[in-house]
């Protein structure tokens, strides 16, 4: 197994925002984590990387205890997060930009940069573009190269559509369904339009004021009513 969650409780300092979390994730496999604002989804996945306080259960990474490892320490194992806000370096180029994300890689860097540039082909006329002057889809595109460019193994993305009109939100979704396909990398997708979601992922995680609700089958999570009614704002 990819990534084994084991009755995680996690937080900020003393604050805990989830209580007894459980899933597991394999390689090549995509889990929605899905729910209401405030339901905890992102300290949930800051936890697994390592970016808030964990005060008990554990995350085992391809049988290896990382529960208490550093950001970086994860991410040397093939951990890769791209968080929702600041996921690029916006005074640099598109190249600038996926050369500073694979800067440890060495003399393969150009041939993975080729390589991403192949499965992404509208940042090829991006490459000479400063950061900024992206737009909102351009950026998630580039955010999704940078990660990309270090070979992940496991890819946990937050909330990647967040504020894109909604064409340019399923052209984002359609790229990271290519990308679970072509790169054969386990992804933890957090997001808000659950029906996006849902379409593309094996399961699906929902919770619901720290606490999941539902663990299983992302296709019947939608034709359980109780649930996607209720949390979800979605019919089956």
């Known amino acids: 197994m990819l990534l084994e969650v084991e ?61 208490r490892l550093k950001p970086h320490e994860k991410a040397r194992r093939g951990m890769v997060y791209v968080p929702q806000m600041n996921n ?35 940042l090829r006329r991006l490459m000479g573009r400063k950061a900024w002057t992206l737009s909102g889809g351009e950026r998630q595109m580039l955010a999704l190269a940078m990660a990309l460019v270090r070979s992940p193994e496991l890819l946990i993305l937050d909330e990647p559509t967040a504020s894109l009109a909604p064409p340019v939100a399923e052209k984002i979704i359609g790229l990271i369904a290519q990308i679970r396909e072509s790169e054969d990398v386990g992804i933890i997708l957090v997001e808000q339009n ?28 939608l034709s359980r009513s109780d649930l996607s009614s209720l949390y979800l704002g979605v019919r089956s």
């Not at 905890?40 to 005060?55: C, E, I, R």
């Not at 180029?93 to 694979?102: C, K």
């Open 88 to 122: 690029v370096f916006e005074r640099l180029t598109v190249r600038e930009n996926l050369i500073m994300a694979g800067y440890t890689i060495g003399d393969e860097l150009q041939d993975r940069i080729e390589e991403v540039l192949e499965l992404l082909p509208p």
């Open 194 to 221: 659950a029906k996006l979601a849902l379409s593309i992922s094996d399961e699906a995680l929902l919770m619901v004021s720290g606490k999941q609700v539902y663990m299983g089958d992302a296709n019947k999570l």
């Open 7 to 67: 009755e995680l409780t996690a937080g900020y300092g003393d604050i805990r925002v989830i209580e007894d979390v459980s899933f597991s994730l394999g390689s090549g496999e995509l889990l929605a984590v899905l729910g209401p604002n405030g339901s905890g989804k992102s300290t949930l996945v800051k936890a697994v990387m390592g970016l808030a306080t964990v005060h008990s259960g554990r995350i085992l990474f391809r049988g290896e205890d990382v529960t």
